[in-house]
Structure formats: structure tokens, C-alpha cells
């Protein structure tokens, strides 16, 4: 296929000519710092999570299958072939519910976006000045396609992160590669084949391992496409716009193609990112901080709630009302869960989602006892708004009434510098000494003067004398 021969217009080539051509001295200082942000915190995310179960069966697995490479597993010391190491820090990255999202899209942009720009950068040894470029436009594209979807979708039960998410890596990847932009093109439109993943992990009856998965897949399916198109494997130009495309396949007449280019670089997605606080889903934590501001200090006994009552949109109704969730997934994903750990202990220490304070029994009587409704507020505010009105009553008359449209993290108010770098810290404390964190820190700051992205990687390996024990 000759470059003269892609088409001149339309919303999908206009995203894909603008994301090819993206270089750190068109882009704004201010968005180079929020992607330095966003890479920050997917690091964090990456590390933390590299500890968990999935995480681990993950890499595994990977490296039983001899998957040669430059690319690394964070937070372990063995390198794999590019596409197998985004799978593996995709899945770490997205393996504990405190990674960024991108609240109106419904995609969480970093535990792709950032394994798949790492990955691909590592496998050329391609420049801190390749990576962040890589980033912006992976976010940028991830959004964009995320909200040309529309919510539809996601309302049938497809998971929105694991649909969009191979165009957000596949751009990253794309763009970290130097693509020129008809190779980008055919990368974007095999990676519209790659979309999938549905929410059983919602249903009720157990998540299981599933969710973290989908950021891993997507990411791994980003990298493999731009490398195919590499090579000079091509696909449709309208794949993700066009008759029988993406967005027509999957939203039908409620897809809104022309979100993939409004406004092109007068927004821009790394600057509009929700940054987690507790390690739940998203549409729970401005529950959890209001009842965390209501309680005080002090955590309340369960018998001490006389009652509870929480306005959300439907969709959190729906979806997040499971009042005795079965395993850890599950338990970040109830809203009467978390509701009743805000209230009783710390929702921030991870180690209440796991084992034995799952089936506290206290906890669990109160998690029943919670009425879960629907607000009109609420419901009219979504999926702009992730919010909740939040109404407690204790046993010794004191009442508490709040609503709050967007929980502490979003745009409209967001994490100080200072939050943010204690939440990293908190994250790679069992992972890494604190001199170690620093420097990652300042390699992050300093990104785009590496002469190559494994310098920050190797930052990242297992260090028996900086290993903190857990």
C-alpha cells in the first residue's frame, strides 16, 4: 500500500497524523510534566503490583515459553521479547485498582500506555526523548478512542479499558518506533482486530484474575501490531472508522467518531487523568473519602452505625453492589465493601482486600446493612462524574450528610506534587530502598536526557541490598 493511497480525511487519519508526528518541542512544558507524572505513577503501580499473585503466574508463564528479548519485567531482574514484556507490566500495572483512569472515557490509560512504550523503547534502545512522546500520544489516542465509544458498550458489558486499550498501546508503541505514517496507520488498524474483554469479572460471583489481565493483553497487543506493521503487514485504513469498523461494530449509532480528533492539541488526555488515592474501583472512592472525612480520625465500630445510606449513578448500582464479594477482586469492586472498611478500618492499606479481612465478620454485617440507591444527581453527572452522596447516622445521635461529584484525584481537584510522590514512595517501599526510589525518581523528572529507556528500567531490577522486606 503507497502512502498517496491512505485516505486524505476523516477523524481516525487526522488522530493518527497528528499522534505520528507529536515531538517534544511541538507539546507543551506543561504537558511533558504530566506525562512524567503519569509515567511516575504507572511505575509505582507497575512495581507494587509485580508482587502480586497474577502478576507473578504472569511472568512466569511468559518466561517458561522462552520469550527472548531486551525488554524487561519490572521489578524482576529477566528480560523477554517486547510484546510479552508489556503483557507482563501491563497485568502488574492494572494488578491492584491504583492506577490512573481517564474517568469520561472509562479506560485506564497508564497500565497500557506506559508497559507498551516501555517495552518497545527498551526492544530498539530507543532515547528517554523517544519514550515520552510515545506516551503522550498513547494516552491521547487511548481517550480519544475510549470516548468515541461512547458508553453504550460498556453498558452490554464490555470491559471499555480492553476495548480501546490496543489503540492507545499501538500508538505508543507506533510513535516510540519512529513509524512513518503509513506504517502507523496499518499498526492502528490491525490493533482494531485486537479489541476484547468482557466485565463477568462484575458479575457477582467472583473476579478472580481476569481484570488485571486485560491492561496486559492490550499492551501486548499494542507493541506485537506496530512491529507487524514494521515489517510491512497491512490492514484496512478505515478499520477503526470506517464501514465494518471498530467503532461501528462495537457502538453502532452511538459511536461519535469525531471525538477522535475535536480539539487536537488544544487538550491533551495526560493533563485530565484521575489518580487514584484508594485501591478500589472508581466509582467508589469518592464514597470511601467521605465516609473516611465523616468518621474522623478515629475508624468506628460496626455496631456503632445506625445507618448508612449511598446515592450513586446506575451504573455503580448495578454493577458495584455486591454485598459479600468473594475474593479480592471482587471486594475492590463493592461499593457496600469498601463502604464498610472506610468506615471501620484503613481503606488505603492494600492488606484489607486479601485473606481473613474479607470474612470479617463485623465488616460483612455492616457491608448487608447498607442501602445503595440510585441519585438523580448522580445519574444525571455520569460518566463525567464518578460521584456519591453519602448520608451516616451513628448510634450516639451524630448525623453526617455530603455529596461530592468528583472524589479527590480528578482533574477538578487533584493530587498535590507531594501526594502524588508519597503515593509512589508508599507503592515501591517493599520493592526498592529509599535512595533507590529517589533516583527513580529523578530519572522520571529527568527522562528525556537518558540516552536510552533501559537506564530507567535497570533502575528497577531486584537489588537483594535495596529489597525491603514486606
Partial sequence: ???????????????IRFCQALSLEAVPGSVVDYAKWCLLDSLGCALFGSRQPWARIMAEEMLAEGSRGHSSILGRNETLAAPAAALCNGTATHGFELDDLLDEAIVHPGAIVVPAALAAAEAIDAPGSRLLPGIIAGYEAIN????????????????????????????AAGVVMNLSREQLAAAVGLACSTSSGTKSFAAGTGGGMMKRMHAGR???AGVRMAQLAARGFTAPPTALDGR???????????????????DLGKRWAVGEVYVKVYPCCAWIQATVQQLVAMRGARPVKAEEVKKLRIGVCSYAARNNGNVAPPDTMG?????????????TSDPRDPAMYFGDQLDDPSRRGLARRIELAVDPEMEAAYPKHYGARVHLELANGERHDSAVLDPHGMPSDPCSDEERLAKFRLLVRNRMSDARASQLI???KNVENLRSARELTHMMKLDQRDLVEA
Fill in 1 to 15: 500500500m503507497k502512502a498517496e493511497t491512505l485516505p486524505k480525511q476523516g477523524a481516525a487519519q487526522e488522530l
Fill in 144 to 171: 480519544r478512542v475510549g470516548l468515541a465509544i461512547g458508553v453504550e458498550p460498556a453498558r452490554r458489558g464490555h470491559h471499555q479499558t480492553a476495548l480501546a486499550g490496543p489503540l492507545g498501546s499501538v500508538v
Fill in 218 to 220: 492490550a499492551a501486548e
Fill in 244 to 262: 465494518f469498523g471498530l467503532l461501528e461494530v462495537l457502538s453502532g449509532t452511538s459511536a461519535r467518531p469525531e471525538q477522535l480528533a475535536l
Fill in 331 to 343: 471486594a475492590q469492586y463493592s461499593l457496600p465493601y469498601c463502604a464498610a472498611l472506610a468506615v
Fill in 442 to 444: 529523578d530519572a522520571v
